[in-house]
C-alpha cells in the first residue's frame, strides 16, 4: 500500500509562483510512473503531468506547459510540481498519483490508469 501525502498549496497572484510536493511511502516508488491532476470545482478531473518511471520522461498538458514542471527525487521518494506564472484558471485542488509498480502507462492523461491518490492540496490564484 502506498501513501501519497501532498504540500505546498495556497493562495497566489497571477503570475506569481507555488511548489507543490508530494512525499511517498510505502515502498516500490522508484519503480512507479507519478503524475499530477487537477480539479476544479464542478470539473472533471485533468491530468496536470506525469513522470515516467522507466526513461525519466516528464509529460503535460498543453495548458501547463512552459508554466509548471514536475521533478522527481528518487532518494527522498518525493515528485514536485514547481507552477511559474499562475492563472486564475489554475485554481484547483492538486492531486499526486502513482502507477503500478514496474508497468507502463500508455495514457497518461487517464486517471483510471494510476493506482494511487493522495488527499489533494488547494491552489487558488487570485486575478
Known amino acids: 500500500q502506498v501513501q501519497l501525502v501532498e504540500s505546498g498549496g495556497g493562495l497566489a497572484q497571477a503570475g506569481g509562483s507555488l511548489k507543490l510536493s508530494c512525499a511517498a511511502s510505502g515502498g516500490a516508488f522508484i519503480s512507479r510512473t507519478m503524475g499530477w491532476f487537477r480539479q476544479a470545482p464542478g470539473k472533471a478531473r485533468e491530468f496536470v503531468g506525469a513522470?515516467?518511471?522507466?526513461?525519466?520522461?516528464?509529460y503535460y498538458a498543453d495548458s501547463v506547459k512552459g508554466r509548471f514542471t514536475m521533478s522527481r527525487d528518487n532518494a527522498k521518494n518525493t515528485v514536485h510540481l514547481i507552477m511559474n506564472n499562475l492563472k486564475p484558471e489554475d485554481t484547483a485542488d492538486y492531486y499526486c498519483?502513482?502507477?503500478?509498480?514496474?508497468?507502463?502507462?500508455?495514457?497518461?492523461?487517464?486517471?483510471?490508469?494510476?493506482?494511487?491518490w493522495g488527499q489533494g492540496t488547494q491552489v487558488t490564484v487570485s486575478s
Open positions: 498519483t502513482a502507477g503500478r509498480s514496474y508497468t507502463t502507462i500508455i495514457n497518461y492523461a487517464q486517471p483510471a490508469n494510476y493506482l494511487y
Open positions: 513522470n515516467n518511471w522507466k526513461d525519466g520522461a516528464t
